[in-house]
Nanobody, 115 residues
């Protein structure tokens, strides 16, 4: 069964950190781009980061320098290290095969930044 399972979300104060994980199964992660998409009710979905098969990673401007995406193909796992979080980072984070127009989505993990 092809699936993605995220974990690591939670409630954190402004300036705090979280690390999200996404475990892939049923397919070989090495052959796919994969990204983190954030959804907030009433707003368009936002691609936070995308890791391509060529090893490059892109980020939306608002998270550059604070969020870092990495992947461990041997473990079929991708990570999103989130530092210096602010309220604009609040949302449900989905791991998506193929990034913004991807075909496989995880169930999502909630990130809430609040004092």
């Amino acid at each position: 069964q092809v699936q993605l399972v995220e974990s690591g979300g939670g409630l954190v104060q402004p300036g705090g950190s979280l690390r999200l994980s996404c475990v892939a199964s049923g397919f070989t992660l090495y052959y796919y781009s994969i990204g983190w998409i954030r959804r907030v009710p009433g707003k368009e979905r936002k691609e936070v980061s995308c890791s391509s098969v060529d090893g490059s990673t892109s980020y939306t401007n608002s998270v550059k320098g604070r969020l870092t995406m990495s992947r461990d193909n041997a473990k079929s796992t991708v990570y999103l290290q989130m530092n210096n979080l602010n309220s604009e980072d609040t949302g449900i984070y989905y791991c998506v095969r193929g990034c913004f127009y991807g075909d496989i989505w995880g169930q999502g993990t909630q990130v809430t930044v609040a004092s």
